[in-house]
């Protein structure tokens, strides 16, 4: 295992430490690992909240600033951040008019958040929860969990906290986080590991010549191997796996996101890109705008995602909408 580290113990919170000095517009709430805005707006409005475990930056803290969140709980590697840290989170960011939730699908984050919202309601913070689930290689079942929420949620960040920076209430930011969950669809591939510093190897292992479908963020083994295929068939195999979830009709519009786990170079995912893009125009599907890069990672697992939006005029309007943090800017 090759880590640049000083502990194992003390991984998130030097992270967080030096997270904040290369970003002085964010800080850490005292005694917590909840990065709020330093500059919260003038006047009341809707909170937006986020988090889960640490090992993916720059999500979450990354989406925190104008025109996405106000906040994110940050917990240890891969595990959910504790409620009293969501409490004080939620606390943070209530400007009188309520706060949404978003969670990932993951049982920890949602129990965590679930607990925070109703031991708060005795202080008369109103919280409402949206919960995302775009990754389609796990089945969605009433029996389950169900389908995991992964690089799609940065785009519900974008849709709720512009919706929220507008002014809206509540109600109103819960339904366009709900549209944007409904209309989005994420499918990835691995084609190495990542090793949590605490275990000291990976959780599982690939052939020179293998890549693996449907893995999770957090390590997951996938859902089925191969020899690793081009560029463009790769990109076939993606948007035919999303497009089997979603209907995607010629002459709809749709927000693309390739996300890289943290090892793969901008450069392939780039290349994927320009594939995906073909490929949608061959459809007569329209591309309305394209996002690059690494949006939310696996530590250093090498692959990436493709998350596709489905866009109304609503949706596209938000997703215009002027964002500001560090990991996303938008107008």
């Known amino acids: 295992m090759k880590k640049i580290l000083n502990s194992v113990e003390n991984v998130v919170p030097e992270m967080l430490e030096g997270m904040m000095l290369a970003h002085p517009d964010l ?16 006047g009341e409005k809707v909170g937006v909240i986020s988090g889960g475990g640490s090992g993916h930056e720059p999500a979450h803290a990354g989406y925190v600033g104008a025109g996405m969140l106000d906040a994110a709980c940050a917990g240890a590697l891969f595990s959910s ?11 943070a960011v209530d400007m009188g008019k309520g706060v949404l939730i978003v969670a990932k699908n993951y049982t920890g984050d949602n129990l965590n958040f679930d607990m925070a919202a109703e031991l708060l309601e005795d202080e008369g913070i ?15 079942s009433e029996n389950t969990t169900g389908r995991r929420g992964v690089a799609g949620t940065i785009f519900v960040h974008k849709i709720a906290g512009a919706k929220a920076e507008s002014g809206a209430d509540l109600d109103e930011v819960k339904r366009c986080a709900e549209k944007a969950i409904r209309n ?28 693996e479908l449907g893995t999770g963020i957090h390590g997951e083994a996938g859902i089925k191997r191969m020899s690793i295929p081009s560029s463009r068939e790769l990109a076939e195999i ?6 089997s979830n979603i209907v995607l009709n010629g002459g709809e519009e749709v927000a693309v996101m390739v996300n890289g786990c943290g090892a793969t170079p901008l450069m392939e995912l780039y290349i994927l890109m320009q594939d995906v893009a073909k490929i949608l125009t061959e459809k007569r599907i329209g591309l309305y705008k394209s996002f690059v890069g690494n949006y939310m990672t696996s530590l250093e697992m090498a692959g990436g995602a493709v998350t596709v939006m489905k866009l109304d005029d609503e949706l596209k ?6 964002a500001d943090t560090f990991a996303f800017h938008m107008g």
């Open 238 to 243: 993606l948007l035919e796996k999303i497009q």
């Open 184 to 211: 989005i669809r994420t499918f990835g591939f691995a084609l190495s590991p990542c090793i949590i510093p605490s275990v000291g190897k990976p959780g599982f292992t690939l052939e020179e010549e293998e890549m």
């Open 126 to 140: 109103r919280v409402e929860k949206v919960v995302v689930k775009d990754d389609i290689a796990v089945e969605e």
């Open 317 to 322: 309007e938000l997703l215009d909408a002027k």
């Open 27 to 42: 800080k850490i709430l005292p005694g917590t690992q909840v990065v709020v805005r330093k500059n919260r707006p003038s």
């Open 81 to 91: 951040p504790s409620v009293d840290q969501m409490i004080e989170g939620i606390r």
